[in-house]
């Protein structure tokens, strides 16, 4: 009898400690928050783009006691990468990108001074904590370089110090944390390197009068390798490069700038989706080839070649439904999508209400600098087609219907020839903006007289409106 109890006892201990496994605990005290507020940890599985998010994640939720909070996280095999949000009554500045894993049961700790980590697993956290701490260092003043083309060099020369120096303390910490927080690490500080500073150079650069001094200044820089490129290629055959925040946005880039920007070609999807596809493998493979086609689904170039092939191959279930949700709203000869809004005095409109008509929707909000400098191009189309079988409807995504019809009323936005349409606060999780993930404003989506998906416009500041024009002028 005792041995049968002791048994169960001993299972049930097991399995007790199993379960306990599947969690992490991240728990703390930070005196800048009181009683009433709370923490708030933003948890994903690929990465911590949550303002944009690729993928699906989790929220978590604990309040304040005592100025001390405790969340317990669920966490599987893979290490998550999370947002930590202090409240939202105090100036706490969240911690970005800090990973957990499964069995870690981590204190934050507050000084005036910032953060440090204690308890099982922490010692990750402190290193990400550091490698941030070096880089600020590092790059302080770096915007004062961006005044002349030629500071891209200082740019350059900073990033690449920085990124030793950091590569440098992950080396030295690298008995402390797990395999896998190692190469995830690694992976983000390899961004840094390889996207840091092509990023600031499209970025400031590339389409200014001053383009050619920039790119001679970048391309007669004397790039040191910090990185041994035989360790790289092993180093890109790590499966967890799937789970990389930001791992295939830097080589996206590098290879913008390598094989377009230098050689002072247009960047093509198809040219880059062979790239990758030729010369990468695996899961890694995967990654770069769903990012692309992501972050480009709302280009002008048509999608519908490199993603039904990416779906033939891709097997990572989270990418197939991500392309498979691209396919459904973004590719030419869809079906589109029957939304249901508002207008400026209440009356509910739906796209089925203008079939044999084209259409165009124009999604914007009130502050969009991009959105204010678009307006004129599509005024003089809407005057063009104003008699037309032709509709403008201008999307508005504001939180308060007070603030979008005082921006109407102001005319930076749109013209008199529109039907102004409202998602009623909902902002980017009305459904229309789930349906074409929309993320970022203006965008614009023609649609054709039959209810199907068109070409995605070109932007008429880059063309004055001819491929708009044409689309329409074709279609009616």
Not at 163 to 169: D, E, I, N
Not at 328 to 335: A, D, E, M, N, P
Not at 378 to 393: D, G, M, Q, S
């Amino acid at each position: 009898m005792k041995n049968i109890l002791l048994t169960t006892l001993l299972v049930v201990g097991a399995a007790m400690r199993i379960y306990a496994s599947d969690y992490a605990v991240i728990s703390g005290s930070v005196s800048q928050i009181e009683k009433g507020d709370s923490v708030i940890v933003l948890v994903s599985k690929y990465g911590y783009s949550f303002s944009e998010p690729l993928f699906e994640f989790k929220v978590y939720k604990a309040p304040i006691l005592n100025h001390r909070f405790n969340i317990k996280i669920s966490v599987g095999n893979i290490p998550l990468y999370t947002e930590i949000r202090f409240g939202s009554k105090h100036k706490v500045k969240p911690l970005i990108g800090y990973l957990i894993e499964k069995g870690d049961n981590i204190t934050v700790n507050s000084t005036p001074d910032g953060f440090y980590f204690t308890g099982k697993g922490s010692e990750k956290l402190n290193v990400i904590y550091d490698i941030d701490r070096i880089e600020k260092s590092d790059l302080k003043g770096i915007g004062e370089d961006l005044v002349h083309p030629e500071g891209l060099n200082n740019i350059f020369m900073k990033i690449d110090i920085s990124a030793s120096h950091q590569l440098q303390l992950l080396e030295t910490r690298k008995p402390d944390i797990s395999n896998e927080a190692f190469v995830l690490i690694k992976a983000q500080i390899l961004f840094k390197l390889y996207g840091e500073g092509v990023s600031r150079y499209y970025q400031n650069f590339s389409r200014d009068s001053l383009s050619q001094i920039a790119l001679k200044t970048v391309i007669n820089y004397p790039k040191p390798e910090i990185v041994n490129p035989s360790s790289v290629y092993l180093f890109n055959k790590n499966e967890l490069l799937q789970y990389s925040a930001t791992y295939a946005t830097a080589l996206i880039l590098k290879y913008q700038f390598d094989s377009c920007y230098v050689r002072h070609r247009p960047f093509l999807i198809n040219p880059c989706y062979k790239f990758i596809k030729n010369n990468y493998s695996g899961r890694l493979r995967e990654r770069l080839i769903t990012n692309l086609l992501y972050y480009y689904r709302g280009d002008d170039q048509d999608l519908s070649k490199p993603l039904n092939d990416a779906l033939t191959f891709i097997r990572n279930n989270d990418f197939v439904k991500l392309l498979f949700k691209i396919k459904s709203s973004r590719l030419i000869g869809t079906q589109a999508y029957n939304f249901k809004l508002i207008d400026t005095i209440g009356k509910m409109h739906r796209l089925s209400d203008y079939k044999g008509k084209v259409v165009l929707m124009d999604f914007w909000y009130t502050g969009c600098g991009n959105c204010i400098q678009i307006a004129p191009y599509l005024e003089e189309l809407e005057k063009t087609y104003a008699n037309r079988p032709v509709i403008f409807l201008s999307i508005n995504i504001d939180r308060t219907r007070n603030q979008w019809i005082k921006s109407i009323n102001g005319g930076k936005y749109n013209s008199h020839y529109v039907t102004n349409l409202f998602t009623n606060g909902k902002e980017l999780k009305h459904p229309i903006c789930l349906h074409y993930n929309i993320n970022a404003c203006p965008t614009l989506i023609l649609i054709d007289k039959s209810g199907a998906l068109m070409q995605n416009p070109t932007d008429p500041r880059i063309d004055n409106g001819y491929n708009l024009k044409k689309q329409i002028l074709d279609s009616i």
